[in-house]
């Protein structure tokens, strides 16, 4: 991500944050608006040309999302009045924004934890990821075969991120794009995510042991992935972004092994 891209990002998520009426119909406008502009390298490129005077770019916006609602046309506006590295840039960032928009139409919604469900649900399925992920069949196909597999059990905030960005992957595998997700949701909500490996499932007490642990250590609030591991052996293996926390048994002999073969 280039300097000028990460300003956008800055600028544009706070004009977001300062919006008023942001619905999941809002959210659904701005996924919309993602796919109108990736879709279109003329658009794309025309709203993210630095030579173009921003109101220039402005007025454009007026004129393609005219049927937009105000909240969503204060967004994009914000977002096409910043510098952007790329057109491509801009299509992730406004992605990125209707990503924001639904975690705070939504915010009592677990969208995390039923985002890393259904990356599991793909990462166990190699049919269902090359399904999603292949370049035959159309977004609105993958996005209804989503739908048909875990609809029902989503929140509509989060069945609303999951088939808007199959709809529309631009060449990324789903399981990035989930966690490209989870990971936006959780800094909308100023937290951050770990994914704990367990050979069992942890009790109500030990998740909130932990939950607070990580916060002591991360100075965040943690959005918690429970992975049913049994090569951990017994106790826990942590990741958090890149770092990874090892206490597994597992770990543990490994370590030994090494030390004894040197």
């Known amino acids: 991500m280039g300097s000028a891209t ?12 300062a919006a008023q009426g ?22 794309s490129g025309a709203l993210s040309d630095p030579a173009a005077p921003a109101e220039a770019r402005a007025a454009l916006v007026s004129r393609v999302f005219s049927g937009a609602s105000a909240p969503v046309r204060a967004v994009l506006t914000a977002a096409v009045s910043q510098r952007w590295s790329s057109a491509a840039d801009l299509v992730d960032g406004v992605e990125e924004l209707a ?73 990324r595998r789903v399981r990035r794009l989930l966690s490209r997700a989870m990971r936006i949701v959780s800094a909308q909500r100023d937290r951050i995510v770990a994914t704990v490996h367990t050979a069992a499932a942890l009790t109500a007490s030990q998740r909130d ?44 002999l490994a370590d030994l092994r090494q030390k004894l073969a040197g």
Not at 6 to 17: G, I, K
Not at 216 to 229: H, K, M, S, W
């Open 99 to 171: 990503v924001r928009a639904t975690a705070i139409a939504a915010p009592d919604a677990d969208i995390e934890g039923e985002l890393f469900s259904v990356s599991r649900l793909v990462a166990d399925n190699a049919d269902l990821e090359l399904a999603l992920g292949g370049r035959l069949g159309g977004g609105d196909g993958k996005a209804a075969l989503v739908q048909k597999l875990v609809g029902t059990q989503l929140h509509p905030a989060t069945s609303l991120i999951v088939t808007s960005v199959v709809r529309q992957p631009r060449g």
């Open 22 to 43: 942001i619905t999941l119909d809002a959210a659904g406008e701005l996924f919309s608006a993602t796919r109108l502009i990736g879709e279109s390298s003329a658009l």
């Open 209 to 252: 042991r932990l939950r607070a642990v990580l916060a002591g250590r991360y100075g965040r609030q943690i959005a918690l992935n429970e992975v049913l591991d049994p090569s951990v052996v017994g106790g826990l293996r942590v990741q958090v972004a890149d770092d990874v926390i090892d206490g597994s048994i597992a770990a543990r």
């Open 6 to 17: 990460a300003q956008a990002l800055v600028a544009s998520s706070s004009a977001l944050n």
